[in-house]
């Protein structure tokens, strides 16, 4: 597939229809954000290396996404919760997200995200950022110490699908005014069912399936594509 970068043609609009997104849901780990949060827990655990070469088979199509998460998962059991207190304070976020964030609202959108990483990291970041909507998965802990267990339904490639679908119908906003940003496999089907699929600083295959990309690691370079502008303009 021949690949549309965004930093090569500045001037030409990615919206099938006139105007701003009324709807941009990005992935976090990597996209929103700089980190890989399960390998930032990883860490407290001992097993960041083993771990990371995990995310990188997944994130690359290469193993099931919910199978892999659950094996990352179970190399944490006994690190105690305080943990994602550290984690959170390490979290960096990816320049020109708070801008792209910024330029939606200011436009009339909404901003979502959703994330195979964990509810417990997730929320704090949306509710600083001022994020509008999130899905996450959720870790169990029992007396303070995770188990190393996933509680509940997994965010899969589908449900992030379904979440876009969701809150785009529960705003009114039709898929043609939605865009989706994602860097690993399990954001393609999101990328390709929104009205504008940006891969950003994607895995190979990813680059592969997915025609608009944004290859420098700045998602402010999203923002006039988009149809929008930056709060400073």
Known sequence: MSATRLLD????????????????????????????????????????????????????????????LRKRVATLAGV????FTQVLAQITPTPGARELIDAVHGAGGKFGVVSGGFEEVVAPLAASLGIDFYAANRLEAIDGVLTGRVLGRIVTAQVKVECLRQWASSLGVPRERTVAIGDGANDIPMMNEAGVGIAFCAKPAVREQVGVQLNVPDLSLTIAPLGMSTASQ
């Open 80 to 83: 105690p919760t305080t943990v």
């Open 9 to 68: 043609e500045p001037g030409v609009p990615l919206l099938s229809r006139s105007g701003a997104p009324g709807l941009v849901v990005t992935d976090v780990d990597s996209t929103l954000i700089t980190q890989e949060v399960i390998e930032e827990l990883a860490d407290a655990a001992g097993t960041r290396e083993r771990v990371a070469k995990i995310t990188a088979r997944a994130m690359n199509g290469e193993l099931d996404f919910a199978q892999s």
